[in-house]
């Protein structure tokens, strides 16, 4: 498929959980979503480099990934400011929170404030792991699970691949069937929506659980980028304050509305 190549200018763009130097980032897809988009800020919110990956394993390191830096530099020349939220897969990178260079900012996390008005907390969400009992042990034992079904997927999707059938997430297919990993996420989303919540914001995007998202809770917004894993997904804000979850090839998945202005009282003079 071919991406669009005039897109909207974006306010803001969200992109999380790439995990570039592992295996499972689908670094072409990324580097094709990043070439020439066209937004004032780019928020990276976390694993975007899969530390963990590269330490224990070979790292996968290839053209879409020399592709992926050298798009994140050509956004920086046409004066993109890109905000770093480092994860739990990159966070030797928090060491590095609060540097300021003059197109990039490492934060531990941010505020986003939309053209209308609201504003956003941004966190990678691994923060939340406490909250939903999915501690430090789990999280690798996860990790290590998450793998093998990632490695199952690669199988499955070579023969369907020869057997000329589309693709198809193995890993997704099991999350949904799982009534623990639905329960998992729901305690996440609480965790983060509360968060957001106590810090008298309007709502939280993130991402880490690798299942995109974009909705209105109680009033509050939810958004989950997704990932370049498995759902291959990016958050948008336009120039209004609406906010979409698009495809790697600038597909609409969802959108939210901006919140209409408050009705201003017109006075005879
Ligand atoms: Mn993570």
């Given at each position: 498929m071919t991406a669009p190549t005039l897109r909207p200018r974006q306010r803001a763009v969200f992109v999380s959980d790439v995990h570039l130097g592992s295996k499972n980032c689908h670094a072409a897809e990324l580097?094709?979503?990043?070439?020439?988009?066209?937004?004032?800020?780019?928020?990276?919110?976390?694993?975007?480099?899969?530390?963990w990956w590269m330490a224990q394993r070979r790292a996968a390191w290839g053209h879409g990934q020399h592709r992926v830096v050298e798009c994140l530099h050509a956004l920086v020349r046409a004066g993109t400011e890109i905000i770093y939220v480092p994860g739990n897969h990159d966070r030797p990178i928090r060491r590095f929170c609060g540097l300021m260079l003059p197109y990039m900012q490492v934060r531990r996390r941010?505020?986003?404030q939309l053209a209308d008005g609201r504003r956003l907390l941004v966190a990678h969400g691994d923060d939340y792991d406490a909250v939903t009992h999915f501690g430090n042990?789990?999280?690798h034992l996860g990790d290590w699970l998450y793998d093998q079904i990632l490695a199952g997927n690669r199988m499955t999707n070579s023969a369907r691949r020869r057997l000329g059938l589309r693709y198809w997430s193995l890993a997704d297919f099991l999350k949904r069937r799982s009534g623990a990993a639905e329960r998992y996420i729901a305690r996440f989303v609480n965790a983060g929506l509360a968060d957001a919540r106590r810090r008298g914001l309007d709502g939280i995007v993130c991402g880490h659980i690798h299942r995109a998202d974009l909705r209105e809770v109680d009033g509050l917004v939810y958004a989950n980028d997704g990932d370049w894993v498995e759902s291959l997904t990016a958050l948008a804000e336009d120039a209004e304050g609406g906010l979409c979850l698009l495809g790697h090839d600038g597909a609409v998945l969802k959108r939210l509305e901006p919140r209409r202005p408050p009705l201003?009282?017109?006075?005879a003079a």
């Open positions: 580097a094709d979503f990043l070439d020439g988009l066209d937004t004032r800020r780019l928020y990276l919110v976390g694993d975007i480099v899969d530390l941010a505020i986003h042990f789990q999280e201003r009282l017109a006075y």
